[in-house]
Nanobody, 124 residues
Framework: QVRLVESGGGLVQAGGSLRLSCAAS????????MGWYRQAAGKQREWVAT???????NYADSVKGRFTISRDNAKNTVYLQMISLKPKDRAVYYC??????????????????WGQGTEVTVSS
């Protein structure tokens, strides 16, 4: 079994910063892409950023230039550094990881896992 646990959410004033962390634990042979999504009240979950195992990152236009995703492969942890936060960034942030849990002669088997979410509130 694999578990993703997020931390770092909280209340911050507009223009402030937060750093989210998400640690994966369990039967992990490796992790492929890891990413962050968010869901604001009454809205659908949206993609925020993704980072590959090699460190290549992509961002949603709404956060580009303000958010930075990074990862520590040795710790199976992904981070999201958020600066210049805006009230519209308020949401529950979820991490996602494609985790390799076993490998056979056919190759590795990977599954998508989600964290439980951490809430970010930005006051104006």
């Amino acid at each position: 079994q694999v578990r993703l646990v997020e931390s770092g959410g909280g209340l911050v004033q507009a223009g402030g910063s937060l750093r989210l962390s998400c640690a994966a634990s369990g039967t992990i042979l490796g992790t492929n892409a890891m990413g962050w999504y968010r869901q604001a009240a009454g809205k659908q979950r949206e993609w925020v950023a993704t980072i590959t195992s090699g460190g290549s990152a992509n961002y949603a236009d709404s956060v580009k230039g303000r958010f930075t995703i990074s990862r520590d492969n040795a710790k199976n942890t992904v981070y999201l550094q958020m600066i210049s936060l805006k009230p519209k960034d308020r949401a529950v942030y979820y991490c996602n990881a494609r985790v390799i849990t076993r490998t056979t002669y056919l190759g590795p088997t990977a599954y998508d896992y989600w964290g439980q979410g951490t809430e970010v509130t930005v006051s104006s």
